[in-house]
């Protein structure tokens, strides 16, 4: 079972940026799919980038060209740079690896 544990949220203006970090512990995930999500208040959990198996990437819509996730497998961690932040990109936001899920940092635009 690996361990995560996210950080870097906090309260941003629009159009400012911010880096979260998803670190894990117990188990190595180097090469493992590795997700962030997020779930805004009275929403449903989404996907928003995803570090495929040789690094590939995937992103939602909704953050294609602002968002970017990277992988650091020396340090076992996996970063989300979310540039020109918007209101809605508003939420507690997870990092997940197979069935395991990190406790959330919270993310707040403001207009």
């Known amino acids: 079972q690996v361990q995560l544990v996210e950080s870097g949220g906090g309260l941003v203006q629009a159009g400012g940026s911010l880096k979260l970090s998803c670190v894990a512990s117990?188990?190595?995930?180097?090469?493992?799919?590795v997700g962030w999500y997020r779930q805004a208040p009275g929403k449903q959990r989404e996907l928003v980038a995803q570090?495929?198996?040789?690094?590939?990437?995937y992103y939602a819509d909704s953050v294609k060209g602002r968002f970017t996730i990277s992988r650091d497998n020396a340090k076992n961690t996996v970063i989300l740079q979310m540039n020109s932040l918007k209101p809605e990109d508003t939420g507690v936001y997870y990092c997940a690896v197979g069935m395991s899920w990190g406790q959330g940092t919270q993310v707040t635009v403001s207009s």
């Open positions: 570090i495929l198996s040789g690094d590939n990437t």
């Open positions: 117990g188990r190595d995930f180097s090469g493992r799919p």
